[in-house]
């Protein structure tokens, strides 16, 4: 099965298979039937995403701090592997607002969906830049890890 990507404007199909709104907010005048779920703990904090939008972070940075968040966020992680088994039995298809073909968190998700190994505080740490001198290798994550199936979206995306 495959893990895709759409703007959440675009129109849904069969092939979507389960359809993930992966936004920090709701996006106006888009009807709930317009997706499955929407996994928030899946998107850019505000200041992230604010930080992109006006300019103040280049593509690769915010990919980096989006990596960061993921990676130290619990309810992130355990979505991303519930989705990795779900994309193992159907198609899953990722939405946010921006349309196909621009630079999107989106595709960072499909990603690490793809590969969960990608957030590993392991891996993580040799794709960092000298920019994030905060990083700590004792990461929260590798104390609070949890690859048990909690609930983290709700409905059809129990595996």
């Not at 992130?76 to 939405?95: F, Y």
Request: overall charge neutral; proline content about 6%; charged content about 25%.
């Amino acid at each position: 099965m495959a893990i895709k990507t759409k703007s959440i404007f675009q129109p849904p199909n069969r092939e979507d298979g389960i359809r993930i709104l992966i936004t920090r907010f709701y996006p106006r005048g888009v009807e709930r039937t317009r997706f499955d779920e929407w996994a928030i703990s899946l998107a850019p904090s505000q200041e992230l995403l604010f930080s992109y939008r006006n300019g103040n972070k280049n593509w690769s940075s915010f990919k980096r701090s989006f990596l960061i968040e993921l990676r130290d966020n619990v309810e992130s992680i355990e979505a991303i592997h519930v989705l990795n088994e779900v994309s193992r039995k159907q198609n899953v298809t990722l939405l946010c607002y921006e349309q196909s073909g621009v630079a999107c968190h989106r595709h960072i998700v499909r990603d690490v969906v793809e590969s969960p190994e990608l957030i590993d505080p392991q891996d993580l740490r040799l794709q960092l830049q000298p920019e994030h001198a905060n990083y700590d290798e004792r990461s929260s994550i590798q104390r609070h890890i949890s690859y048990e199936k909690t609930p983290v979206v709700t409905g059809v995306l129990h595996p």
